[in-house]
Nanobody, 127 residues
Framework: QVQLVESGGGLVQAGDSLRLSCANS????????VAWFRQAPGKEREFVAV????????YYADSVKGRFTISRDNAKNMVYLQMNSLKPEDTAVYYC????????????????????WGQGTQVTVSS
């Protein structure tokens, strides 16, 4: 069973940093592809970043490339999203999602590719 729980959100100022955590209380995440998505008020949920277990690779949305870093600690069964140089437009509820299926770059960015989702954590960036 995969049960994802996000934490680490909060209210910060523009330029600050936050680290989000995604914990799984069930099976190890080491064999899963895990992604972060976010949803701002009135907007669609959008892809942020993914860490793919098979290729050991990461991929980012253009809007966060160079500022956000996704990483995983398989020993702790955790996936992280380090967010630096935060901007007001990063304000959203952030969700982690997981799937055991192999993903290409295109499918990794699709919400429909992921079977498991957390409840989300709010990130608010003030200007």
């Amino acid at each position: 069973q995969v049960q994802l729980v996000e934490s680490g959100g909060g209210l910060v100022q523009a330029g600050d940093s936050l680290r989000l955590s995604c914990a799984n209380s069930g099976r190890t995440l080491s064999s899963y592809n895990v992604a972060w998505f976010r949803q701002a008020p009135g907007k669609e949920r959008e892809f942020v970043a993914v860490t793919r277990w098979s290729a050991g690779s990461t991929y980012y949305a253009d809007s966060v490339k160079g500022r956000f870093t996704i990483s995983r600690d398989n020993a702790k069964n955790m996936v992280y999203l380090q967010m630096n140089s935060l901007k007001p437009e990063d304000t959203a509820v952030y969700y982690c999602a997981a799937t055991a299926f192999s993903l290409g770059i295109t499918t990794a960015q699709a919400k429909s590719s992921y079977a498991y989702w957390g409840q989300g954590t709010q990130v608010t960036v003030s200007s």
